[in-house]
């Protein structure tokens, strides 16, 4: 299951791509209503751009004329118009630039490619280590951040140019990923060696917390998603399993100091998370949200929801 949690629209984007027949939907949180487009079955959503309205779809592997591909859709969410598609490779991510006109597209053994919407043309390229999944964006400066895969050092690309510049990081182990907290203008970063860092602005590091000094709560987090609450107080870190327990744990962090506010312990069949929800909680797979602060799991169910994600 993926999900794109769009807390200024009030609106939670969702889709089954290892299900062929479900289609992608938008869940309004303020009116209980679900929106599905019935014309992309086992289509994923790939990114949201609020501002210009435009939402990225992309198939399930088609075969072409020589090699796999996907359909790639952009749609503007108000008309489902389309607005560009493109099934020349196999596609895994899609980035907006800060307005919304251009998209950067990562596809299988291609180099990264900006593409100007309007005209569907190439602008620039990236190198092809980038991974999208574990990058940034800061719109203050106007620049993206993407960890490369073997060195210790990310791509810095400006949104205006679309240049890439390969910048080291002054860590001890490599960025595996960074997101950036717009409200508090810092930059949360996980890294190879288990460690969660806090940086400012210029990422200049704040606080750390090495998940391999927790005692029995010691735990890989390396791989987890860096999830920050509606408020902006807390983050939330995942173990696959501990040194106590092998169904693993959810941390719950102060985001202000990098101390542990929650440590909540995994069990048979509570889920693992899957993204972002509204207020101080998470949602799991299958369908579940989770109480950050109290550890306390519920099933989900919407109205009119469809079938295979229940």
Known sequence: MKVITDYKGRQLFLSRDDEKNVAPLVFHIDDQRVQAWEQYPGYEVVAWHSGA????LNSPWIKGSR????NLVVMRLATQEVVYSTDRHMYYNAVFNASGSHLL??????????VDLATGAIVAELKPEVRQYNGTFNP???IFYFPLENKKAWLQVDGSTFEGTLIKTPYPDRAHKVIYVEALRQ???LTEGNILICCDDQLKPIWQRNFSEMGDDAG???GSDILVTEDHELVCVSASSTESNRWGADFVLDIKT????HIIQGYHQQGRVAGSYFGRRVLLHPMKVMNLETGAVEAWTLP???PGFK
């Not at 090699?67 to 996907?70: A, D, H, P, R, S």
């Not at 990098?258 to 506010?261: A, F, I, L, T, V």
Request: proline residues 3%; charged residues 20%; glycine residues 6%.
């Open 304 to 306: 009119d929801f469809l």
């Open 140 to 142: 203050h400066q106007n």
């Open 67 to 70: 090699k796999l591909v996907t």
């Open 53 to 56: 309205g435009l939402l990225v």
């Open 187 to 189: 930059y949360l970063l």
């Open 258 to 261: 990098g101390e542990p506010r």
């Open 220 to 222: 890989s987090v390396f």
């Open 105 to 114: 597209l990562e596809a299988y053994n291609q180099k990264q490619a900006w």
